[in-house]
């Protein structure tokens, strides 16, 4: 996987929206993950934090846009948390 944490961190709230809208794109409820314990608030919070510092930011909002919620098997191999994700897809 790219290491694409080479940027200062990007804004809070814009990353925790990408990073939940990947999530239910590729198929993953974060919230009910959390509260089913497949992922603690500390895993949660790495995965904002992550995409905070992605260099990948545009290309991830255009790939969302091409994309229903619920309407990927996977999140693409560009995004920091995919391992996450599919980790929790199953």
Known sequence: MPNRCLRPLGDPVRHF???QS???TAGVDLADAAHKG???QQEWAGTVTRCRGCSWVEECERWLQGHD???AEAAPADCVNAGVF?????
């Open 17 to 19: 929206w990408l990073a």
């Open 22 to 24: 990947m999530a239910k």
């Open 38 to 40: 497949l992922i603690s």
């Open 69 to 71: 919620l619920s309407g």
């Open 86 to 90: 599919d980790r929790l897809r199953g």
